[in-house]
């Protein structure tokens, strides 16, 4: 069955805020420790990270150079 697009919109988490705010914190929230990630804090990244490839793509690019940073120290 293929999902057309009214069926992927009514699928959105409602809390999703979308690929431009979700962007202007990425870097906050790749630094937060994923027990606070988990306290919902930013609910509304974490669900739009779930639904958007690219975003998700660019969040664990920031997570590999986190690794990478703290390997140097």
């Known amino acids: ?3 057309t697009k009214l069926e992927m919109f009514l699928q959105t988490d409602p ?3 979308g690929c431009e705010e979700a962007l202007e914190v990425l870097h906050i929230y790749a630094e937060m420790s994923p027990g606070d990630r988990r306290s919902g804090r930013m609910a509304g990244v974490e669900a739009h990270l779930r639904a958007c490839g690219p975003c998700s793509e660019d969040y664990q690019g920031l997570l590999a150079a986190i690794a990478l ?3 140097d120290l």
């Open 15 to 17: 809390r999703d805020v």
């Open 1 to 3: 069955m293929n999902t």
């Open 69 to 71: 940073a703290a390997d």
